[in-house]
């Protein structure tokens, strides 16, 4: 990734307050932490927000969506990674862009789906510009998975449907990883699911609960 970070934008202090905060609420992978802290989170905001970019909080994005909580990047990111390093990953909701980018510095490839073209364009824009060229995006309805590079390693949705998509499970590869929210708007967990071996068996773990952005069906231009 190249280094945009502008000087004065936001000082070493704020973004290294968000590290620590990170750290006290439980995450300690360190190659998670390390990414976090060398990610610039302004640039996937609009401009008019930026300067709470390392607020540990959910913010708008436009289209009624939003960048999820920097803790809850952070969580996602090393729960995908908690059985091992991953190769290939999938994200479902591609949003602003930050949480593929994330992951885009953790793993060799990244496929990330969108259904809200504008916000897609956007992204795209942030991944060209920070030289992120390992992640592939579409245009789709990711609720299907995205079976043409299937199977992953890992498959992390950052919308939450009210039940796992079967795609998502048959779309691992064995001993691939999902983590998902799920759940009602007024009741959703965090899951993190293992598939078992090359079986069609997988261990479910409830993590915590969380809210995001329901999981919706179909495109919209
Ligand atoms: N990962 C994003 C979070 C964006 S919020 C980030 O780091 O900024 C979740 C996103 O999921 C929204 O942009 C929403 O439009 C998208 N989404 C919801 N249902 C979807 C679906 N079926 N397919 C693809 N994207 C979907």
Do not use: C
């Given at each position: 990734m190249v280094d945009l970070d502008?000087?004065?934008m936001t000082s070493k202090r704020t973004r290294e307050?968000?590290?620590?905060?990170?750290?006290?609420?439980?995450?300690?992978?360190?190659k998670v932490i390390n990414v976090m802290r060398a990610t610039?989170?302004?640039?996937?905001?609009?401009?008019?927000?930026?300067?709470?970019?390392?607020?540990?909080?959910?913010?708008?994005?436009?289209?009624?969506?939003?960048?999820?909580?920097?803790?809850?990047?952070a969580l996602m990111t090393q729960l995908l990674l908690s059985h091992g390093p991953?190769?290939?990953?999938?994200?479902?909701?591609?949003?602003?862009?930050?949480?593929?980018?994330?992951?885009?510095?953790l793993v060799d490839e990244v496929y990330t789906v969108e259904r809200i073209k504008p916000l897609l364009i956007r992204a795209k824009e942030r991944f060209r510009r920070l030289e992120l060229d390992n992640i592939t995006s579409a245009?789709?309805?990711?609720?299907?998975?995205?079976?043409?590079?299937?199977?992953?390693d890992g498959i992390i949705s950052t919308a939450a449907p009210e039940g796992v998509?079967?795609?998502?499970?048959y779309q691992l590869a064995p001993d691939g990883v999902l983590v998902i929210?799920?759940?009602?708007?007024?009741?959703?967990?965090?899951?993190?699911i293992n598939r078992v071996g090359d079986s069609q068996n997988y261990?479910?773990?409830?993590?915590?609960?969380?809210?995001?952005?329901?999981?919706?069906?179909?495109?919209?231009?």
């Open positions: 502008g000087v004065g307050r968000l590290i620590q905060r990170l750290k006290d609420n439980g995450i300690t992978d360190q610039p989170r302004h640039l996937f905001l609009d401009e008019a927000l930026s300067h709470r970019a390392y607020e540990d909080t959910a913010l708008p994005i436009s289209y009624g969506q939003t960048i999820s909580q920097p803790y809850i990047v991953l190769k290939k990953v999938l994200e479902i909701g591609t949003g602003s862009g930050y949480q593929a980018a994330i992951l885009s510095q245009h789709n309805d990711g609720g299907v998975g995205w079976p043409e590079h299937a199977p992953y998509p079967e795609d998502l499970l929210p799920v759940g009602s708007e007024n009741h959703q967990e965090l899951r993190l261990e479910e773990e409830v993590v915590e609960r969380v809210r995001f952005v329901p999981l919706l069906s179909g495109v919209t231009r």
